[in-house]
């Protein structure tokens, strides 16, 4: 692992760079402004630039996100989302077998995954499987009484998002899908994982970028962003302050803490920046 204080020291190994988006580019408000002169200079160099995020949203919502927190379109090639790979699963008939009948967790009533995927959204006792899109309920706690029902009637879980929490702008940290989807799994439950670090996203990737010769997967989350880069086999910038970031207090923290998640980041450094 080695410790970098931007892009400036790597720019000339990579041609393509695979960010994050949560933690890297922003955290729900406005763009870092380190991380606009980032891509900026990414551009600047002709670097492939593309965002991988464990969004339950499309890549298409992505756009106008982004755009909102100041980062213009032509910052970037594309953007993928994890909700991008399971509507494709979905859609190309992967999960068939679980039938179309969801108890659907969402957010803020957004029911285009549903409408995305051909799905009918169901109450527990008529649900033939479980969608995870969104925790608007709040917490864990407010899930685990449908957890248990759905687990007593094997009820299988499809989660469109496996970040366990996110970042926000104040530098709260709140829950996501993947922490419903993880206690599920260990109550003995089948859950299906969408996004990093499934190693079916980034051949996605590969495809929609045209591949790449040499590729860094820049993020914050060691269990998503460097597992995911791990398992793609490509390098990996992990940026320290995200959301690992009060663990954080100087280099032999940082491997002891990778060390803990069974992953090599490559390269570190405390912000997406030039």
Not at 39 to 44: A, G, H, I, S
Not at 118 to 123: A, D, F, H, R, V
Not at 135 to 144: A, D, F
Not at 214 to 232: F, Q, R
Request: glycine share 8%; with cysteine.
């Amino acid at each position: 692992m080695k410790m970098i204080n931007g892009l400036t020291d790597i720019i000339d190994s990579f041609d393509t760079f695979i960010l994050d988006q949560w933690g890297v580019l922003h955290n729900g408000g406005e763009a870092f402004p380190q991380a606009i002169q980032a891509l900026t200079f990414l551009k600047e160099h002709n670097k492939k630039v593309v965002i991988l995020s464990n969004s339950g949203n499309t890549g298409k919502f992505s756009y106008r996100r982004l755009q909102d927190s100041g980062i213009s379109r032509d910052l970037y090639f594309d953007v993928l989302t994890s909700g991008d790979h399971m509507r494709h699963n979905f859609n190309s008939g992967k999960f068939k077998t679980l039938g179309n009948k969801a108890l659907f967790f969402s957010w803020d009533e957004d029911t285009s995954a549903l409408d995305d995927c051909g799905l009918i959204e169901s109450k527990i006792e008529d649900a033939s499987f479980i969608l995870c899109c969104g925790v608007e309920r709040g917490g864990l706690s407010y899930y685990i009484d449908d957890l248990k029902l759905a687990y007593q009637r094997n009820l299988q879980l499809v989660v469109s998002n496996p970040d366990l929490v996110a970042m926000t702008p104040d530098g709260a940290l709140k829950t996501c899908p993947g922490t419903i989807a993880k206690f599920y799994q260990e109550m003995g439950g089948i859950v299906h994982w969408h996004g990093k670090p499934q190693n079916d996203i980034y051949e996605m990737c590969n495809k929609l970028v045209g591949g790449w010769n040499n590729a860094i997967a820049v993020g914050d989350s060691l269990e998503h962003d460097i597992a995911g880069a791990n398992t793609a086999s490509i390098s990996s910038l992990f940026i320290t302050s995200g959301i690992h970031s009060a663990e954080i207090s100087d280099q032999k923290s940082i491997v002891n803490l990778s060390n803990a998640f069974s992953v090599q980041p490559s390269h570190c450094a405390d912000w997406f920046k030039v």
